[in-house]
């Protein structure tokens, strides 16, 4: 086994140093000083760096077979998650642990590799994509670079391919995506010039990818502090030529920067700007990603609901549209308008609206209908359906009583439910004399 030499040491950071994390490591740990099993990756890289840690993934020498052995021995669930490529996933309290075998590469596609185990810790480093991938640690806070790159890269905000750009590519056509959400997420000045010159070269091989491997990063890089910056540089490098080859990324940094200022984060009103809100580039790029039906039907609502803002009356009321579409839509309809019309406007008061104002509740039902003397029958459905579409229309002010007195009004002009004009023209009188003195007076 092949002895690494500490290039630092950090103080554990807590989970490090949880009870669940020392069991995994105690059940494989080997039976010398040297390590058999140590953190890897995105875990030691985010700690080192102070930022949050998802997934704890880890690196060991022994093959899977071993791991699940010893997982086993030691009480602890193992599930093989990816076996044929040295992965097994140990799940204790509720925390999964992706341990995977050091390995090296035999034969890779551009998509799929074929690899042998290997217990040779920098062979293993050799064959990451980026070096700040590389980054092993022990529990103590102990860290290994085993490359010697990998620290400098991660303090200077730098994101390398291991070795050559070219090559690292070429085994997984998809580390092109991953370039550009690390150097959005890590990057601190230019980008890398060799990494971004092999990515434009590899520009043109990414049609084969899995729609679901793009939207993976394309969201990831969406979900970004900065995602126009990213994709902005993509778009001139040509790997955003076959995505969405009229990208421009005005709208989507303003979007960007209200969210942050009003902390309003949305996702789908992120794609909305990416495309600008034009339902044809929106559907195109619905036929090379994959979005979630709710996605979708959130998208849908805000387009249908930013129309609708557009075209109101300057500082009226936005009671209608809540009641229509629902708080968590207009906030972002909100936040979009100003940002496709360069317009902050009245946003900090209609968001504090949108925030404070509870959505609307059309105050009478069916059974109201029927109670005032209506017998049951699609007339009640069309009495309060056009009883709401007025309610509506006066911005959801009328109160339950005057709505109440709308329906007796009705029927009393249509006694024998047989009068459809009555019916069709609900509140008549209302309307002819301004509403009633309470509706007059909101």
Aim: proline content about 5%; aromatic content about 6%.
């Amino acid at each position: 086994m092949e002895v690494l030499t500490p290039a630092l040491k950090i103080d554990p950071p807590a989970w490090m140093s949880a009870p669940e994390t020392a069991a995994v490591f105690a059940a494989l740990q080997g039976d010398g000083a040297i390590p058999a099993v140590l953190c890897v990756g995105g875990c030691v890289r985010n700690a080192l760096l102070g930022r949050a840690v998802e997934d704890l993934d880890l690196a060991t020498v022994f093959p899977p077979d071993e791991v699940i052995r010893r997982l086993g021995a030691a009480g602890l669930r193992a599930v093989p998650t990816g076996i044929e490529h040295g992965t097994v996933t140990a799940v204790i309290g509720g925390k999964g642990f992706e341990i995977t075998t050091l390995r090296r590469d035999v034969h890779a596609d551009g998509r799929h590799a074929v690899v042998e185990f290997t217990t040779d810790w920098r062979e293993d480093a050799r064959r990451r994509d980026f070096s700040m991938n590389t980054l092993l640690a022990g529990l103590d806070g102990v860290i290994y670079d085993p490359l010697g790159c990998a620290l400098a890269d991660v303090r200077a905000g730098r994101v390398a391919f291991v070795g050559n750009p070219d090559c690292r590519i070429a085994e997984d056509r998809l580390r092109v995506l991953r370039f550009f959400r690390f150097y959005g997420a890590y990057g601190d000045g230019p980008p890398d010039p060799e990494a971004l010159a092999a990515c434009a070269r590899a520009a043109g091989t990414l049609g084969n990818l899995s729609r679901e491997r793009v939207t993976s990063e394309i969201l990831k890089i969406l979900s970004g502090d900065d995602p126009a910056r990213t994709l902005g540089l993509m778009f001139e490098c040509g790997v955003m030529a076959d995505l969405l080859p009229e990208y421009r990324g005005d709208v989507l940094r303003r979007l960007c920067a209200l969210q942050k200022t009003y902390d309003a984060f949305c996702l789908e009103t992120r794609v909305l700007a990416l495309v600008e809100m034009d339902q044809g580039r929106l559907t195109s790029l619905e036929n090379k990603m994959i979005f979630s039906n709710k996605s979708k039907e959130f998208c849908r609502a805000i387009l249908m609901a930013i129309e609708e803002f557009s075209c109101r009356k300057l500082n009226s009321p936005l009671n209608s549209l809540l009641y229509k579409h629902g708080n968590g839509v207009m906030e972002q309809v909100i936040l979009l308008d100003a940002a496709c019309n360069r317009a902050s406007g009245a946003v900090a008061e209609n968001l504090m609206f949108v925030r404070r104002t509870a959505r609307p509740v059309f105050p009478v039902s069916g059974k109201d209908v029927m109670a005032a003397g209506l017998a049951s029958g699609p007339q009640v459905g069309d009495v309060l359906r056009e009883l709401e579409s007025w309610w509506v229309d006066q911005d959801c002010a009328p109160d339950r009583a005057a709505l109440l007195a709308c329906i007796r009004e009705r029927l009393e002009k249509a006694p024998c439910s047989g009068d459809s004009e009555a019916v069709k023209s609900p509140c008549a009188k209302s309307r002819a004399s301004g509403g009633t003195e309470k509706e007059r007076r909101t």
